[in-house]
């Protein structure tokens, strides 16, 4: 291993098992008397993980597989489950598969059956052969297909038939609601009284379950009591857990191959053009007519012509004088035309031809155009007689017409386009020929009457419309039928292709301008286009051979066109064909004065006498002869340079020579009509022409440009080339090419590519003579194969490979064959790179698929006929000491190596070179292929040039010599020997070399070149796969272990890692993995025996072995385990080291691995037994020790935030708790801090626990308790907290939560689109949370980095296996859409499955903890899983289960419950009493009849069942004020049914138990009525808290139920951000733990009591209740909550701190610290001091900073008024808001809150602050009276209150002040204004623990009018001086209090109040009061003179004028209030002066 390893792999770097016992074994030895001592001390300071972790990076050897078998075999035999252990014998067998033919016979010519020729011989065994496939009868078992995938991964269907065998479970989270809750009343009165208990209902008594018992009475065994319960719990189990288990698409594993399809041609759009009619009106003369497809884009005509007429019999009499033959190949008028790449410009052109006659094109369309009257009729008609006898063997263009093919099938309505009508028979006129003008053509189309072929399915093909937009044409289009009633006429000057590709590119771009150039003719053609219906009877090949169905032969057939595709089609050749396709294009014979009337006859030669050697191998036209000898060409008239566009169609010969050519005659065709008397006027031949087809590059294919001879053909001028100058001849224009013809090709025989015809002729002659010239000939020609074009490569693949392939094998007579054999090897390899990088069709791993096909089907290895077993002995490369064979026939004696010597090898590899003159007795033999290949690869390993092409696609080279093998051993019968001696030590000396070499390359590379490593890695590793069905599978664990440990010695990443990981996939999914693992029983195992010194294992005879029990070896990754079961010890080991890995990535991979490997086991058939799984489940026990110490990282859903107690993070209702924070002493541990590694998401530590569950499931029960017994107790915690996480992991969740994932709780839409649907889901999703968006976004992020690693978009062209075609690159093949109901039931009964593993596993791990006292402590762990499962959702049967295990605990250990901590009965109490309150009447009574046991448990150990009274009550008082819904009367029913438990009491009733249950019952009934209320009142806080408080209050005697009522409240506080009330009852916690903590300890640091918070609220008073009388050591149960110690103290304190920050209230806050201060200080925690000390700082600071500027808090006076207030009526209450709440805004929530409960109309929101009088009220209605309130002080407690916060904490009195005059009005002048002062005292002080406080007192009195103007006064005074003591000060405020107080016309302003009460009131009446008011007037004076000269040293230069105006302003005030301020002398009465001066002050 490299010195320099990552951090994990040091990690994983412990002492090893192998150390421990060798020194233990010396010790043991040594020092005999303290052997004992030593071994315990190294066993109990190592863990079981790091004694058996072996340096798992580190592989070990395997056994030696096949000796260990035949040491074996009677162990084996004996096994029952002998088929775990042994290769089936059927494993693999090499078979012939008949080859199908589409044709009735096979389709090649008997002259090609016949030829001689080795080319033509071969290829025609080619087409002919039989399959050759190599066959793994057990192959479905890892999944090389889709169906294969489904069998191994899903055993289940997915659909409502396919999980009948799956057990229904119910769920009551899926039950509808019972009930409604209790309908609103109208108006807001309380529930009423408590419920009769008595009179209540209750469900069946289960008694038997209480209390067990025998018939003879006693008391049931506890074995015979597990027993029962583990039978009923394996009732009706379903037996495959994966197959229950969502596993993720399987298409895209890297361990499936895809198995190639059968070599077959390319396959596109095939559309069926069948002609119905074709007629002119009036009928004059035949009409033939030609239909192709071109592609107006490419401009290429992409289909051969199909020649038909529609000419009635009477029509075609007139050329009876021509006496043609009329085949019935040649009278179809249907056609199957081919479209590989279909897009918008591809059209159907159909020309017309008629009888040549005399005149222009436009004199024979003339009577077509025009109407004509019954003399010129006839005259036409004959005429058209006359035409037809003289020249009806010649043709003349008539007019054409294109159809926009694709709009008709694809639908589209634009452009002319056609599309098919929603009703049968509806018909609608469109364009065909898109021409844009209605009035030239007319489509009628409609859908096929057939009906058929609307619901068949086909593939999709897409391609382009234009380059961009996407076309998508199904090929199963609906059928349309068209009509086309408008031709165009023929030009005689724009006759050619390139004028139809001009034309249909301006019909493309302007659809409507064709109409306007050319002439049209009026014609019907009617076309019916439709797809190929299945086995279409009557169909000819291209080639005329007849296709089956081919029933009747009289029938008119349908023809399949040839497809000629604009792009390349690289297909290899499966059919013989061999067309030849001659296109006439011009001529000009304008040099030449003979002739106007120019045809041109086409004659295919065999020799050179037109006569006699013309072959009749030209296809014949419509209604003609099948073949003939000749073909014309259309006639133009009087035309000298006439284009052509005909085709000429040509079978050639199978054999061709330099005699074949082809021959252009030139005629005059004479259209004079003879007279009577004169003869018959032959043509008058002109010229010729001719071009051999057949030269040295092959058969010719191209445009050529010949001279015409004038003169007659000179003898052999066939073998020279017309463009040479023969002598004595005369050419036409002077010997310059006039005649322009193309020549094109289409043949499976005769190569196109000199290249390939030169490398092929080379081979045939190597083996007619292989001399010293030949041999250089031949690996010349193979180097040029290099040079040869791709698509004839492609073409003759199978020919090409064939013979190189020979080439290897040939003997290796002289340096020269050796040399020969490397070339034949490189262009091999040069070949297979040529096909790749085409990028044709290929599977994931990138394997062409043609190759794959050619291997998997074609393949006969040129090797595989030897008779012979033994192996041609030549030259190897071998291991350590052997270098180069000197003989190729020596083989060397070696010993066979258990490990690779890599280094060694490769050295020898690039010292070695062949020996010169190897020469041998058998060297002329062939050499078997794969030894060759194995042989001839090591070498070129040297050879740098060819090196990377060999290596990126040696899955071919691998592939071939897997099928090699397989074939030579079928030839020579070696299946049936021992796989030792099947093949030779040096082919497996060459393939350790080969092995090692390419681990070499890939640990050198897989950074550099990633992708390239990867593919490497994915070849060897299915060699590799492979290997085991064939070789030696101890040899093949040798080459895994080579492999291995190439990758331990490099330095260890991600990218290696993931390769390994890739490596092992595949490895692993061979379909006998089981057998190679050895699955043995565990007492035959060696590792579990006393092994001899020669055992394969190894020897484990150490002193140690004793000692050391056999669970050490197969529970954990040891040396032996890892031996044995090598794959998966192999698999394991990885896991474990990546597990401590920090790439959660690399992890998820890891685990996938194993979780497909397990889910194959489970679901397969082969395995279906319990016996064989538990077999299985041996071979992954390690697992279960892996999981377990890694549980610290895998993924807990949890809040980070919340309290962790105990072992498991259990939340349940018992522990819900006001969260602590900031007390970093008290904050746990997080699981990042406790394991470096990081935690894994949530996906994978699912994967890996359904795993984990699957081997508890099926792991033999007696190993278990084996391994139990010998864990430690951390271990035993492990499992136990694995199990818990198990339980939340597959907690089923309902139905509800499901489809909100799946829906996006409605936003997804329906849509008719699958991927429409699709991508909605996927939208969804994404904006979720959870595992499903965590697998969705990876998923896409994959799919992205692969589009953009192939440099794909949205439109790709996609291959299948040997078929191209279009499709949009993110469709796959579309599945039938999953049934939601079918996935809900799955999930529903995966979640129960799990849940019965995890008690199955809890139940026999507590059997196995009571033989074991050391194991004990468990107990409480054990039942906390329990607990766990029956706090979480389960089905009903499982809570059947659950309670019998429960109660058997119980009834086991009831020391666990009532002697250990109060935790685990509170718990079971909770969970017990959630379960009463089911809506399942059976589940309610199972925990009913648990909840009494346990009382009966707790009773009879003291008389007394204090524990569970408490407990219970906290259980109810948790349940009713949880957030989620409860049924009160499902609660009494179970109250009830405990009564009756009672009442039924038999053994105990003579005892105070049944009065004590039935007094627990009533109580808790009483506490049920009276927190049932807030049900009623979730919506409205106030009332909420109200009621919170009143049940909080209730449990004074009760301090844990008080102090979880509070923290209840301050949740709710904090919900709603009332964080100043949240804060008080936090605080009243703290008095109430203060309170109890003082009574007990009396610590001096501690506080005294809930006294020493009364400075904080005076409310904290109440919490004084706790006495010594209730706090008693009697009393078991109470004050056991965790917050009742110190800390718990300190927690609350600092908590209620962070609350009185939240609220802004500093100085409570710098209070709180100060009471926490002296217990840190006792403890001498600095650290803690610092901080407080700190944050009390801060508080300061923001005091100071903020000032005055704080509003904690507004007050209104709300009065509830009617009768539909219920006991609101008459109630008034003082509200607390936020600081800058306003009256309106409060008014409205009010309003809004109350309109809603009472209704709509019957509220009335009183604005006035008078008093009410409910008799003038409106019964009906419902009154609410707000009013806004200040707090109110007297005068001596204004002292105290110096801030804003002193006025506004702890106040309990408020006032408001109505306004009135002595006529009834609220306002009035100043001397008539009176004011009403009403103050109101509240029940508690403000800020509580509720916002609102009723109102228990009310006071009012009444301010006269000049005491109104003193408070006025005073007020404004208050004003002046308050923003002078800001500071800084606001000037702009001060400015506001001066302006508005010294200006004297000011209305109602002081100097109005001044003048009205001083100035207008006589001196004799004024009082006391009056003088009051002069002093406030001089006081005012005072403060107004102050502020104006603050002011003044505020303002700027700008405002000086503004300070002199109010300068001004005050001196006139001054001045003007002086004679009224002067003193009067007056007798007054002091008293009432007092009272007076009381008064005013109050109102301050």
Known sequence: MSTKERSFAQHISRQSATSIRQEASLTFKEELDSSLKTLESILSDSSAYSATTTSLMEPESAVDYEQYIQDNLNNITADPLNELLLFPDDDVEVTTVKKQYRTVDVPVPGAARRCEDPLVKECVASFTSDWNVLERKYGAFHGQDQTTLQRRFSSLRRTQSGIKLVPFQEYEVDLSEEAADSESIGSI????????????????????????????????DDRIMDEKNRLERQAHRFNSLFSLFQLPDREDLVETRQPA??????EGLKILVKVSELKFTPEFEPIFAVLALYDAREKKKISESFCMDMNSSEIYHMLDDHGRERNIATLGRSAMFTITHPHKEIYLVVRLEKVL??????????PYTRELDRKTEDKVRANAVQFCKQLGHFRMPFAWTPIHIIDIISGNSGSGGASVSSQPEMERSQSSNSL??????????????????????????????????PLNISSSFPAVTLTVNVFFRQEADKLSDDHIYRYLSELHRQPGSLGKRLRSLPADLKLDVSPPFDNMPCCLTSSLWPITPYPEANRRPTREIEEFSPKEVYAPA????????????????????????????????????????????????????RYTREYWCPVVYHNKVPEFYDEIKIELPPQLTDKHHLLFSFYHISCKKPKPTEEKVEPLCIGYSWYPIFQKEGLFSGSLDLPVLVDNLPPHYSTSLPEKELPSVKWMDGHKPVFKVTVTSESSIHPQDRYIAKFLTRCYDMEQAADDGNVKGMMSACRSLSNAAAKPLVHFLHIIVNNLLKLIVRPMVTKEGQDLCHSAFQSLASVVRAVQDLGLSADKHGRSIILASYIQHVLVSPSADLSTPGRDRRTTIGGVGQGMSSHPGETAER???????????ASQ?????????????????????????????VLNQRDQKYRRTILSNSWFFFDVMIKSMAQYMESTGHFTLPRKDRFSEPYERDLEVLIEQLTQEITETHIRDVEYATSLNIYLAFFIHDAFSLMDRGFVFQLIKAYLKKFSMSQIDYNLTELKIQFLRIVCNHEHYVQLNLPFKPSLLPILQ???????????SSGLDEFLSPMDTIAELSTEFRQHHYLSGLMLSELSVILDSKGNKIREQAIEMLRDLLAAHDNDVRYGSSEAKGRIATIYFPLLNIVMHHFSILFKDKDPSSDEGGLFDRSGDYRRSVVIRGDDDLRPQSDEEAYSGGRMGPNATRNLLICFLWVLKNLDVDLLYQWWTQLKISDINNLLGVLDLCVKTFEYKGRKAYLAVLAGAGNVQASSNPVDVKAQLANTILGGTGTAKHMLRERRQMMAAAMKAKGTDGVSLRKRWGKTFYAQSSEHTEKPKTDVNVDVFIESSLSAECSLIILDTLEELVQSISFRDSLKSCLGGALGVLLQLMNTTQSCQVMKHLFATQRSIVFKFPELLFEEEIEQCAELCSCLMKHCGSKIAETRSLACASLYQLMREDFERGNNFARVKVQVTIALSSIVTSKARFNDSFLRRSLKTLMNFANEEKDLFETTFPDQVRLLARNLNHILSNTVKLQQYHDDIEMYIDLMDRIAKGYQNSPDLRLQWLQHMAEKHVSHKNYAEASMCILHSAALVAEYLYILERKSYLPIGCVSFQKLSPNTLEESAISDDIISPEEEGLCNHKFFSEFGFMGLLEYSAQLFHEAKMFEAMIEVYKLVLPIHESRRNFDKLEKITDKMHSGYQKIVSRGSKRLLGSFFRVGFYGSRFGDLDGVQFIYKEEGHTRLAEFSLRIEKQYSSKIGEGFLVIMKDSNRVTPSNLDPTKGYIQITYVEPYFESFDLQDRMTSYDRTVNVRQFIFKTPFTEKGKAHGELGNQYMRCTILTSEHHFPYVKTRIRVIEREEFVLKPVEVAINDMEEKIGNIHSALKQQPVDMKYLQMQLSGSIATAVNQGPYAIAKIFLSDVPTTEQTHSHQKLRVCFKEFIKVCHDALIKNKQLISEEQKEYQLEMERQYHEFVKKLDSMLRTRKRHTNPRKHKDIMNKISKTS
Do not use: C
Not at 200 to 206: F, G, Q
Not at 357 to 366: D, L, N, R, S, V
Not at 582 to 592: C, H, I, K, N, T
């Open 189 to 220: 009165a309380s529930i009423g009284s408590a419920y009769d208990l008595e009179s209540a209902e209750s469900d069946p008594l289960m008694t038997d379950l209480v209390e067990p018992e025998e018939e003879d009475g006693k008391r049931v």
């Open 261 to 266: 399809p059968i070599p077959d041609e390319p």
């Open 357 to 366: 006659q005399k005149g222009e094109i436009a004199e024979a369309t003339e």
């Open 436 to 469: 844009g003008e209605r009035k030239l053509a007319e489509a009628k189309i409609k859908k096929d009457p057939r009906g058929s072929l609307s619901s068949r399915t086909g593939l999709t093909l897409s391609g382009e419309f234009g380059k961009d937009e």
């Open 574 to 625: 499966t059919t013989y064909k061999n067309f030849l396709y001659v296109y006439p294009q011009s001529l000009d014979a304008r040099g030449q004065s003979k002739g106007q009337n120019i045809g041109v006859k086409v004659q295919f030669m065999a020799g050179e006498n037109p006569r006699t050697d013309a072959l009749q191998v030209i296809y014949g036209r419509s209604s003609g002869p």
């Open 895 to 905: 010993p066979r190596s258990n490990t690779v010597k890599g280094s060694s090898s």
């Open 909 to 937: 590899l690039l010292q070695a070179t062949p020996a010169k003159d190897a020469k041998s007795t058998d060297s002329k033999a062939k050499r078997l292929l794969h030894e060759q290949i194995a042989w001839t690869w």
């Open 1090 to 1100: 006393d092994d001899s010194p020669n055992s394969p294992a190894g020897s484990l």
